[in-house]
């Protein structure tokens, strides 16, 4: 298992990261294509989540087979994986996971071997873009100072809300080590960067647009 996976921004063109996409894949697509995403030349990073509550969990997973697209692990990834292991079925189900249900044989088959897939995905990005490092975990980066491959607790990383909950009653600190941070996780109406902190979940399975944010191009230097 992969906790920390490192990206070398100078391979491609445009990078952008994206908040959860809960199974809204056709929503991913059209914005894409309004940003002109060249999946030949660009790179998308998603923070995680990109299945259940949605109507297309199935295409949303597949993604991690595209060479344009990486991910880390979010909480509804691990409810998939750990279900599939015979652990806490119901959580899974109760939170959106009820979509693996309504598969028809092929589509369960490829799911099983998606999910498989997905314990793969690492905890961690760092992004190293123009003398920049962007990281990038689903909920959070449990500790004060970010050093790539050091120990954190996983759980926290993918299900804390503790940071984000401090911020909002105005206390907290930038996080050293990295210059940019990037989470989802907690649905929130808008874009929100506090300190060197970026909160992208702004709930687009609840009928909001995704958040795409582009951290590498033509209009980052």
């Not at 990206?7 to 894949?25: E, Q």
């Not at 004060?144 to 299900?159: G, V």
């Not at 989802?184 to 995704?210: C, E, M």
Request: charged share 25%; with cysteine.
């Amino acid at each position: 298992m992969e906790i920390y996976k490192r990206i070398d921004g100078s391979k491609y063109r445009n990078i952008y990261v994206v908040g959860d996409i809960h199974g809204c894949y056709n929503r991913l697509m059209t914005q894409l294509e309004e940003l002109q995403f060249n999946r030949h030349e660009d790179l998308l990073i998603s923070v995680g989540d990109l299945i259940d509550r949605g109507p297309q969990s199935l295409e949303c997973l597949d993604l991690i087979m595209e060479k344009w697209f990486v991910c880390v692990r979010g909480n509804h990834e691990q409810m998939a994986i750990d279900a599939l292991s015979g652990k806490n079925v119901n959580l899974w189900f109760h939170n959106g996971g009820d979509w693996f249900n309504r598969l028809d044989y092929d589509q369960e088959v490829l799911a099983k071997a998606l999910i498989a897939r997905a314990e793969n995905l690492p905890y961690v990005i760092e992004l190293a873009t123009h003398g920049k490092t962007i990281v990038i975990s689903h909920a959070d980066y449990p500790d004060s100072e970010y050093a790539f491959d050091k120990p954190i607790d996983l759980q926290d990383a993918i299900w804390s809300r503790e940071r984000i909950s401090a911020l909002g009653d105005n206390i907290g600190k930038p996080i050293a080590g990295a210059d940019a941070f990037y989470f989802g996780h907690t649905p929130i109406q808008r874009k929100w960067s506090p300190l060197n902190l970026n909160y992208i979940d702004t709930g687009a399975v609840f009928g909001n647009l995704l958040t795409i944010v582009q951290v590498q191009g033509d209009t980052n230097g």
